[in-house]
């Protein structure tokens, strides 16, 4: 949790614009992630010295690097990494194993509800269960349908969960602890 209220609340400012602009532009600009980076080694540095710098840079790269995967994977952009970069820099070390876990889990969450509670892809989701049956009652054979045929998947606004995830981990979970 950060104890400072002003870097406290210019984290929670930069992830909600970035998940504003994530969701209307689906990019998240780089004057947004990199200020949080730039003023987050600031800001520790000022405040611990060489140690705090370090434990921000620390936690920018901690926070880059357990998303990179899913960046060459074609899961995030890198607008998405470099949020995260900024989180870990802003949150430092010790704030951001718990960002990552409450990004990761509101991600799944956000993913689960884009597809399951879509109208179409539920409607596809019921119709092609009971055209599955229906044909193998019928042949036998099991066709299993294709839930995205006529349009494009959904896209996971990863900024929307960085923001849910981090906001919870730094303002909510101590509360509940």
């Keep these: 949790m950060i104890s400072d209220v002003y870097l406290s609340t210019f984290l929670a400012i930069i992830l ?23 003023t987050g080694i600031i800001y520790h540095g000022a405040a611990q010295g060489l140690s705090g710098a370090g434990l921000s840079i620390a936690g920018l790269l901690a ?19 470099k949020l995260m970069g900024a989180v ?3 949150v430092a070390w010790k704030g951001i194993i718990p960002a990552i876990v409450f990004t990761a889990l509101a991600g799944g969450i956000y993913a689960f509800a884009l597809i399951f509670c879509n109208p179409s892809t539920c409607k596809r989701l019921i119709f092609g269960s009971i055209s599955m049956f229906k044909t193998l009652a019928l042949t036998g054979q099991i066709v299993l349908p294709s839930l995205f045929e006529k349009e494009k998947k959904p896209q996971v606004r990863y900024g929307v969960a960085i923001a849910a995830g981090t906001l919870f981990s730094q303002w909510w979970w101590p509360l509940l602890k």
Excluded: E, Q
Aim: net charge neutral.
């Design 16 to 38: 909600l614009i970035a998940a504003i602009y994530d969701i209307w532009v689906a990019k998240i600009p780089n004057v947004i992630t990199f200020s949080g980076m730039i």
């Design 63 to 81: 926070g880059s690097a357990v998303f990179f995967p899913f960046y060459l994977l074609k899961g995030m952009g890198a607008g998405d990494i």
């Design 88 to 90: 870990g820099s802003l």
